[in-house]
């Protein structure tokens, strides 16, 4: 099956620094990826679509400047939590979906535990 | 706006019992998942079903698309404490587009 990989797992971080996440689909490319942000025992909160090459597009009420998304390559997008505070420490869940599927079933990465100080 | 709303949302039984969960729209998809989630991991597919009325099985686990393609279900039968977890549908429409996701269903279950 298709492989998504995050790096880092988890994270822990003082107020006011930043914090890149890393999401890599490891078998196949990926024009496009999905960030999504969970509390504990809630469902996924779609942040923005990551287009490689291209803007990402970001869902109503995500910053843009604050969540800033980079997809250089067809296996990698990156998000970076630009002056982190304590109110965004949540579990970070990225996924692509393999090209070819004509069903549109996503893959997702294992999550980054973000922890701000 | 989409919406998939999923019921329960909290769901706690004893190791043998069967469950539905749904998953219900007022909307058309053209497919839709289920998605397992264990605390601390990021969601495992499960079954993709894309025909109304198409029902799959796996093992224990069997999943159903109404015929309008509006609604879904999981039926568990004969719970193991190894079902524990999130449980998640999601619906689409094309390859490489956003999915809208239901709330999702915890799911304890008690040896």
């Known amino acids: 099956g298709a492989v998504v990989s995050q790096h880092p797992s988890w994270v822990i971080c003082k107020s006011g620094t930043s914090v890149k996440i890393e999401c890599r689909s490891l078998?196949?490319?990926?024009?496009?990826m999905f960030w999504y942000r969970q509390f504990p025992k809630q469902s996924l909160m779609l942040m923005a679509t990551?287009?490689?090459?291209?803007?990402?597009?970001?869902e109503q009420g995500v910053e843009k400047d604050k969540f800033l998304i980079n997809h250089a390559s067809l296996t990698l997008s990156t998000l970076t939590v630009t002056s982190a505070h304590p109110e965004d420490s949540s579990f970070y869940i990225c996924?692509?979906?393999?090209?070819?599927?004509?069903?549109?079933?996503?893959?997702f990465g294992p999550g980054t535990r973000l922890t701000v100080t | 706006t989409q919406l998939l709303e999923q019921s329960p949302q909290f769901l706690s039984i004893q190791e043998g019992e069967n469950l539905t969960v749904y998953c219900n729209s007022s909307?058309?998809?053209?497919?839709l998942q289920w998605y397992r989630q264990e605390p601390g991991e990021g969601p495992v597919l499960l079954v993709t079903?894309?025909?109304?009325?198409e029902v799959k099985k796996l093992k224990r686990l069997t999943f159903q698309f109404g015929d309008a393609r509006k609604d879904s279900s999981l039926h568990i039968t004969a719970a193991q404490p190894g079902d524990t977890g999130l449980y998640l549908c999601?619906?689409?429409?094309?390859?490489?587009?956003?999915?809208?996701f239901g709330q999702g269903t915890e799911l304890s279950v008690k040896p």
């Open positions: 990551s287009n490689e090459g291209s803007k990402a597009t970001y």
């Open positions: 996924s692509a979906s393999p090209p070819g599927l004509a069903t549109g079933e996503q893959y």
């Open positions: 079903v894309v025909t109304g009325g």
């Open positions: 999601a619906g689409g429409h094309n390859q490489g587009g956003k999915l809208i």
């Open positions: 078998d196949f490319q990926a024009t496009t």
């Open positions: 909307s058309v998809f053209s497919s």
